[in-house]
């Protein structure tokens, strides 16, 4: 990279709504002269978000019971640039170690940078690094490294393969556009395989390669798949997934009851289709291809890019995680020192009806919640507001549950072809309706002058009902410089789900700014947000629950939690690569 709703007419709709996390600082230390010179506090400072002490913020991977999280970095600014590997090692997800850097760029193949790629493990144990260097001529080569030592659980050096680069851009293959090679998979051949993104004459394309020792490497006379309707693919990522339960699958599972799904970011959005595929043509077939309408699915319809997903032996999941860009400008990054981080560990598996994944926050979250406040039956009538306190608004988690009468009553929507983004620009969280608007105001000053305003409206179709998630932060921020976009997705209800819930993850991020995760209808809809007030920072921020529809509802259950803060504690010497 460079860089189940129970619905009748007159019925009740019940809604699990929003799981919160806001952060109001973190304690950080930093680094000069590779030692630890002193702690420094920075109030805004993610609290559960990974990200590096400082500076611009690839592979994850479970390993020997430690989580190992490698990533972009440059150790000399907070901008893109002197791209390296950080490496960080965690036993639960949530608290993590900062290690030394795992690559640098100081090799003819990489010397412009040690850019993105993927771990996989051998069958004999053994991890394994591929990844993408940008060499002497900035043509993107794909290199190979391995653990210096195998016995160190911590795995804190690495080795580069003498036969570097393995791959280098085929002829028809621009040598900028040949990047991020996938986590590799073996088939039933025992030969590996793996995916390199890139586009041959602007469409995208996944190009399939197959090696029998993980060092010689041969391309497929067919790529994996491709898209017309695309351009270039970066950070593809190729798994299988259980068409029954929850369970996530190694990447190199094959048989029955089992889907594949591909992803691949482009257009700045993570895009994914979900497909059978045969191990032994490595043909990929899908019913509904990239793009295909304008409800074409994602792993996250806000700012959400470059995933990398890793399949978790000891505890039988696959957790994804995905880089969250700035909204701000290169002077704020500058000036706070670091830009960039990662999103909260997300479980991922297979919806019950099989077309799309549900996503979820790892289960390890749930130990930093301390204090707790609970309400029941609130009742919000049309246009009213309910302050939610006895916790700390910038630092909690949340989850309430809503219920609405006269379904029937919810607003006409006949168009299936409809752009969600537009109709929550439309109707938005001042615009009343009848079910809706509904939901939270997050990162909310005393007065509303600020708030970002998280929630949904439900409409009738023609044969259903249909649910609208919008992240409206049109007015998260008096800042007029940063950017304030809205985000929507549109669900289709089946009647014969018993609910639909939202979850939301907020985290306050240091020089007043903010992140925000919202996870509707059990995860089948995520929303990624960066918002940066001014004035609802800190203590100074306010949560409410609100109400703007024409029609009452009710707050069945209110749960809420003070949280605590994750650490983030370096103990490596953080190397930099020779300028």
């Known amino acids: 990279m460079y860089l189940k709703l129970s619905m009748e007419v007159y019925g009740l709709l019940v809604l699990p ?4 996390l806001i952060s109001n600082g973190a304690e950080v ?5 590779h030692e630890l010179l002193s702690e420094v506090s920075q109030p805004y400072r993610t ?3 990974f990200q590096p002490l400082k500076n611009w913020m690839n592979g994850p991977m479970y390993y020997k019971g430690v989580y190992h999280f490698f990533y ?5 600014g907070a901008l893109w640039g002197n ?8 036993y639960d997800l949530i608290n993590w170690l900062l290690l030394d850097i795992a690559l640098i760029p100081d090799q003819p193949y990489d010397i412009n940078g040690c850019w993105s790629g993927s771990a996989t493990i051998s069958p004999n144990g053994e991890p394994m690094i591929l990844y993408t260097g940008s060499d002497t001529n900035k043509h993107q080569v794909q290199n190979l490294a391995f653990p210096k030592n195998i016995s160190d659980p911590l795995l804190t050096e690495w080795v580069k393969s003498s036969h570097n680069p393995l791959l280098s851009p085929p002829k028809g293959i621009d040598t900028s556009s040949y990047r991020d090679p996938s986590t590799a998979w073996m088939g039933t051949d025992g030969e590996w395989r793996v995916v390199i993104g890139s586009e041959i004459d602007h469409h995208g394309f996944a190009i399939l390669y197959k090696s029998k020792d993980f060092i010689e490497w041969s391309r497929s006379s067919k790529p994996l798949h491709f898209s017309n309707k695309t351009m270039m693919w970066e950070c593809p990522d190729f798994y299988p997934v259980s068409v029954h339960g929850k369970n996530g699958l190694d990447t190199s599972v094959q048989g029955k009851n089992i889907k594949h799904v591909l992803k691949a970011s482009f ?3 993570d895009y994914y289709i979900v497909g059978i595929y045969d191990p032994k ?20 319809y806000g700012k959400f890019y470059a995933s990398k997903s890793f399949y978790d032996g000891e505890k039988k999941r696959r957790i994804l995680w995905s880089w969250i860009s700035e909204g701000d400008g290169e002077t704020d990054d500058i000036k706070k020192g670091w830009s960039g981080l990662q999103s909260i560990p997300r479980s991922i598996w297979l919806s019950e009806n099989g077309d799309q994944l549900v996503q979820w926050p790892v289960k390890e979250l749930e130990k930093l919640r301390t204090q707790k406040v609970q309400y029941e039956n609130i009742e919000l009538k049309g246009g009213s507001v309910f302050e939610i306190s006895g916790i700390t608004a910038s630092q909690a988690d949340i989850e309430i549950t809503f219920s609405l009468l006269n379904l029937d009553k919810a607003e006409l929507l006949t168009a299936e072809a409809v752009d969600p983004q537009l109709l929550c620009t439309q109707k938005n969280v001042s615009v009343s309706g009848s079910l809706g608007p509904f939901g939270l105001l997050i990162l909310a000053s005393k007065d509303l002058t600020e708030h970002t305003a998280v929630f949904f409206r439900v409409f009738r179709g023609t044969n259903k009902f249909r ?15 940063v950017e304030k976009p809205t985000y929507g997705v549109l669900l289709d209800i089946d009647p014969h789900q018993e609910k639909i819930s939202l979850r939301s993850l907020v985290l306050l991020l240091p020089i007043d700014h903010s992140i925000i995760e919202s996870f509707g209808g059990d995860g089948l809809a995520c929303i990624t947000s960066r918002v940066y007030p001014k004035l609802a920072i800190d203590e100074q921020a306010r949560l409410y629950a609100f109400n703007n529809g024409t029609r009452s509802l009710s707050i069945l259950n209110l749960s809420a939690w003070s949280m605590k803060k994750a650490q983030i504690v370096p103990i490596g010497k953080r190397r930099k690569p020779i300028k």
């Open 267 to 269: 257009l700045g959005s």
């Open 467 to 481: 649910l609208l998630m919008c992240a409206d932060q049109s007015r998260s921020s008096l800042r007029s410089e």
């Open 72 to 76: 972009q970095y440059n150790p000399y």
């Open 17 to 20: 709504f929003f799981y919160l």
């Open 83 to 90: 791209i390296s590997w950080g490496h960080s090692i965690s």
């Open 281 to 300: 043509t490595d043909q990929f077939d899908v019913d509904i291809d990239f793009m295909d309408s304008k409800t074409s699915l994602r792993y996250d």
């Open 47 to 49: 609290a559960y978000h």
């Open 29 to 33: 230390v930093a680094f000069k002269n």
